[in-house]
């Protein structure tokens, strides 16, 4: 990249690959430790990377840095993340858990480090279109069996198995569970028993 000495070019490359492997920033230690730099050599470097445009930093945050520029440009890490199946954004249909393949996005996107607890569900129906959820996306998910109110999860809700997992803004009350839709034409899914099966972290279009 233009304008900056060998190191820094470096210690840009260093940060970049932290953030690809990692998930999150390097602190200043990290960076230092690495080059055998002192502390305040690592934080001049980062400095200069600041002035350059190539990172922007949270003074108040111990990692609080996120990269401008790339010094290699689509050199990212790819998470595989398996499809196992559809789900209802609309009235609740049965999820087919069946492996379906894979969706491939950047690491930098999911903010984890491994798939792990990532799956992706397809979305059937527009009970959440006014999240922004269409027919046709791909829902990334995070397993998890707890969530909180508000939290667009993959749940299912009553007792009876045959209704099905659905894509719905989830709340709770005393022993009362909501599953609530983002579209007026449909109703509120309520019960007193609820299963979450994961939390949304992103939602993948193709406009084709």
């Given at each position: 990249m233009r304008g900056l000495t060998k190191r820094q070019l470096e210690v840009a490359q260093f940060i970049e690959n932290y953030?690809?492997?990692n998930g999150y920033a390097p602190s200043v230690r990290n960076i230092a430790d690495h080059f055998g730099f002192s502390p305040k050599a690592a934080y001049?470097?980062?400095t200069a990377l600041k002035k350059k445009n190539v990172i922007r930093t949270a003074e108040n945050l111990p990692r609080g840095m996120a990269l401008?520029?790339?010094t290699t440009p689509g050199d990212s890490v790819v998470l595989k993340v398996p499809l196992v199946g559809t789900t209802a954004a609309g009235e609740p249909i049965f999820s087919e858990e069946n492996y379906d393949g894979?969706?491939?996005i950047p690491q930098s996107l999911a903010g984890v480090t491994d798939t792990d607890n990532l799956y992706a569900l397809r979305v059937r129906g527009d009970?959440?279109?006014n999240d922004g959820i269409n027919d046709g996306d791909l829902a990334i998910m995070f397993k998890t069996k707890v969530a909180k109110n508000g939290d667009i999860?993959?749940?299912s809700i009553g007792d009876d198995e045959s209704y099905g997992i659905t894509l719905k803004r989830f709340f709770h009350n005393a022993d009362r569970y909501e599953l609530r839709p983002a579209n007026p034409a449909y109703q509120r899914l309520v019960s007193t028993h609820c299963d979450v099966h994961g939390k949304l972290?992103?939602?993948i279009r193709n406009y084709k």
């Open positions: 953030f690809d492997t001049d470097h980062m401008i520029k790339r894979y969706v491939a009970s959440m279109i999860v993959a749940a972290i992103m939602i």
